[in-house]
């Protein structure tokens, strides 16, 4: 095998993650920041439009990330080396991109967030102005320093320390909602929450609400396989992520919608900028512990996030360790997410963020498990996936069938974003990716019967 494309195949001997741990990564993964804040951003549908569509969005998101999750222990290969099957050896190049990109964004987003936290509790130790205030940067500036920092230290110790911040972070986790949902629901009754009207001009529409959490949730599954190739059973890499991701972003998401529309109540006023969980842990009085919790969750969600966005740029990069692709990828996140402080709001940072990550993600996503599932029929070989002369070296290692349909799949999210109906009720994610699936099974029979009949 060239060594410029070698892939790393985990050994069943070396993979050490339990059920519990890959659960405990999958509850992690989703029981952060972004996903309270996308509580806060549904918030707009109203509560019961808002859950309506995180049940819908999420189960059918993370059914992907089982599909992926079992191509990821059958291989013992990172997502990104596997969708080198489907785009080529050298075609995975986009995807890895792709994904290096949508992490360092999640990355920054956990971290900006964490860092408003760290602006409260230097307001409440030392006086410092908020984030928001006139001089509050300095907090924020100072707040994604020490995150940055953290995040490092943690790479630098090893998967082991990792795992240990999953496991503990997830107690912590798990306390803090059911702290906040107490607090919530003290304050504000359930039937005020659930019978709140949306001020006309700021509701959402329900196909947008799907979209906006496909995106969210999708972003998981491209990471799958970076997880569950350290797992030997399938049950394991497969039932743990789905219960535990949909467990992670039901709860948290749901404590986010509630928590906004509660203080949209209390006040009168809906504004899903101060959606943010430092600002509302603020607004309920939660103190600089709920601060330091969410710091830590920010971390356990980061730990996810950095390890993908690290394979995404191992896979680029072969020469390069996956410490060293982890280290770099988490400088880069670091710059990133000061775009939001000079840019303007976080929330219109945030948003268009997730517009890139729903047009781009779905349709590769779809071509990778039609490829492995109803292509390959679940055989892949590990040495083929890094050999140049092998089957999946293609046109000059480019797969240009796969490559043309994500193309042809993001043009047509674009189109659909703009129908009226999609808009209202289906969202443009899930349709693109049933067509660009059925597209690429068409054409990849139609070249299979050339091929058979020559």
């Avoid at 840019?343 to 781009?360: H, I, K, N, Q, W």
């Avoid at 071509?367 to 890094?386: E, T």
């Amino acid at each position: 095998m060239d060594s410029k494309y070698r892939v790393e195949s985990i050994k069943k001997q070396y993979r050490h993650m339990t059920y519990w741990d890959m659960f405990a990564t999958w509850i992690g993964a989703n029981a952060n920041n972004g996903t309270w804040f996308i509580g806060g951003i549904i918030a707009a549908c109203g509560f019961w439009g808002g859950i309506k569509a995180l049940l819908i969005a999420s189960s059918i998101s993370y059914i992907f990330l089982m599909m992926v999750g079992y191509m990821g222990t059958k291989t013992g290969v990172s997502t990104m080396a596997l969708s080198r099957a489907s785009f080529g050896i050298r075609g995975s190049i986009i995807p890895s991109l792709v994904n290096l990109t949508q992490f360092v964004g999640w990355t920054a987003v956990n971290t900006f967030i964490a860092a408003t936290s760290v602006s409260y509790i230097l307001h409440s130790f030392w006086g410092w102005p908020i984030y928001g205030q006139p001089g509050g940067n300095l907090g924020l500036i100072v707040g994604i320093v020490v995150m940055s920092i953290l995040h490092l230290l943690s790479i630098v110790a090893g998967q082991r320390s990792i795992q240990i911040i999953e496991r503990i972070g997830i107690i912590l986790v798990i306390i803090f909602v059911i702290w906040e949902s107490v607090v919530v629901f003290h304050d504000v009754s359930f039937s005020q929450i659930a019978h709140w009207q949306v001020p006309h001009h700021l509701k959402m529409d329900q196909g947008t609400a799907m979209d906006t959490l496909a995106a969210f949730n999708l972003a998981w599954v491209t990471a799958g396989a970076d997880f569950t190739r350290f797992t030997k059973k399938v049950n394991t890499a497969t039932t743990a992520p789905f219960l535990g991701a949909n467990l992670g972003v039901f709860g948290f998401a749901f404590i986010g919608l509630s928590a906004t529309i509660s203080i949209a109540v209390s006040s009168g006023v809906y504004d899903p900028n101060n959606s943010d969980p430092s600002t509302i842990a603020n607004r309920l009085g939660l103190g600089v512990i709920a601060m330091i919790v969410i710091m830590l969750t920010s971390m356990t969600a980061n730990a996810v996030n950095i390890q993908a966005a690290g394979s995404a740029l191992n896979n680029m990069f072969s020469k390069l360790s996956l410490k060293q692709s982890l280290l770099i990828t988490t400088i880069i996140a670091t710059v990133v997410t000061f775009i939001p402080v000079f840019y303007g709001s976080f929330l219109t940072t945030f948003t268009a963020f997730l517009d890139y990550v729903g047009m781009v993600l779905g349709p590769i996503i779809s071509i990778m498990v039609v490829d492995y599932f109803l292509i390959a029929k679940q055989r892949y070989a590990a040495k083929d996936l890094g050999d140049p002369h092998g089957p999946y070296w293609y046109h000059k290692g480019i797969h240009w069938t796969a490559f043309g349909l994500w193309i042809f799949g993001v043009l047509i999210y674009s189109a659909l974003q703009r129908v009226s109906f999609v808009q209202k009720y289906t969202g443009a994610t899930f349709l693109v990716m049933i067509l660009i699936g059925c597209l690429y099974w068409g054409i990849m029979q139609l070249e299979k019967g050339k091929h058979n009949a020559n």
